[in-house]
């Protein structure tokens, strides 16, 4: 079970459907979607305003979802938050990609489908349009997606839902081993689904 702590009589709501690791925080006024992920060590503090997980998205490992007193974070459908990003009172429309250690601040609004490059700072009200990329310190919307990246993105999504499914299922404590096993067996996910993008490019034609 998830470190989750109700404040002011507000106590997070998570779907059962949802994944929250039990090494994650949830606090107060935090609202997680069916089939969300929320990766170990990933910290939403509903303390100061209400923080929404949309359905199907994941906030993974290591990162802060927070915001100022009277406003909101929002992660809807879809939404995929990338290792030690901070979502600091933004918006993150539909099917956004916010990359790995990522910084997105207040007033920020992330169009539906677009992707935040790994280590963007997205400064205080920048409008990021849908389906365009914006990185850089501080981030700048530099082009349009191709439908190749849609596509990437929309599979990895897919792989952190399914993550979900199978954590619900089969993740439990365990005591490490001291040796390896014979034919050790491998995790079950399809290695085929959820590749890096250069790789997942070689195998379309539109870039």
Known sequence: MARVY???????????????????????????????????????????????????????????VHCF???DTTIEE?????HGAILHGCHVGRGVLVGMNAVVMDGVRLG??????????????????????????PGVVTRELSDTELAWK???TRVYQDLAARSLASLRPAEALTEVE???????TDPSVAVPLHTYRETRADD
Do not use: M, W
């Open 6 to 64: 109700e404040i002011d009589s507000v106590v997070p709501v998570i779907d059962p459907t949802a994944f929250v690791h039990p090494d994650a925080v949830l606090v107060g006024d935090v609202i997680i979607g069916p089939r969300a992920y929320i990766g170990p060590l990933a910290s939403l503090r509903g303390d100061f305003g209400r923080i929404t997980v949309g359905a199907g998205a994941n906030v993974q490992d290591g990162c802060v």
């Open 154 to 156: 929309a599979n990895g």
């Open 182 to 188: 014979p034919d050790r067996r491998r995790v079950s």
């Open 69 to 71: 007193p009277g406003t």
């Open 78 to 82: 879809d939404g995929h938050v990338g």
């Open 112 to 137: 539906a489908y677009a992707f935040v490059a790994a280590n963007t700072f997205v400064k205080a009200g920048t409008v990021v349009p849908e389906k365009h990329l914006v990185a850089g310190t």
